[in-house]
């Protein structure tokens, strides 16, 4: 594996059509989680799971790209916090990779399909799973309610901390095309 010095255009578009699509879909499964009638949860669910195709693929795109790729250095001055940082990226590619394969499963596993905007469905017949639907859906919950948003935080959290701990800062850090010297 390669271990670039800083990330390429193509990661930077990656990262943040990933980030986009993460967020609406935390959205909305809260959304849906909140819904004040079944009718308007069956229809934010509907559109949480349509969308959750796409981001199925993008998140497979960027766990393969980052992989490919490899993963810059991280930054921070002290040694614990490049190791949060390095844990924290790849814990985050880890819950997206479990979120984008528990979602669909436990539709499979319940009989359902994936009805993308009502273009096509998508099912792959695992009734004969059911057992794994409950904690399957389980773990895509937790992951969605708690695991992924605190990794999120952090995440964030370490970028703010970063641009605001710089002696000099180059807008071009803030999409790593720019290779200045690191606080």
Do not use: C
């Not at 921070?76 to 880890?94: D, F, K, P, S, Y």
């Not at 799973?129 to 959290?157: C, D, F, N, Q, T």
């Amino acid at each position: 594996m390669k271990r670039p010095d800083r990330y390429t255009g193509l990661g930077i578009i990656n990262h943040w059509i990933t980030a986009l699509l993460v967020t609406a879909m935390l959205a909305l499964g809260l959304a849906g989680g909140a819904a004040p009638t079944e009718d308007i949860e069956h229809y934010v669910i509907g559109v949480h799971i349509s969308l959750g195709f796409f981001t199925f693929l993008f998140v497979l795109w960027r766990i393969g790209y980052r992989v490919r790729q490899g993963f810059p250095p991280a930054l921070g001055e002290a040694a614990w916090e490049q190791r949060l940082a390095r844990i924290t990226h790849r814990l985050i590619l880890l819950a997206l990779l479990v979120m984008v394969l528990t979602g669909p499963l436990y539709l499979f596993t319940e009989g359902e399909g994936m009805n993308v905007f009502g273009w096509f469905t998508v099912a792959i017949p695992l009734e004969s799973l059911s057992v794994l639907h409950e904690p399957v859906e389980s773990i895509h919950i937790w992951l969605g309610l708690y695991g992924l948003p605190v990794l999120l935080v952090l995440h964030i959290a370490g970028s703010i901390r970063h641009y605001l701990g710089r002696t000099s800062v180059d807008p071009g850090d803030l999409h790593g095309t720019h290779s200045s010297s690191r606080s």
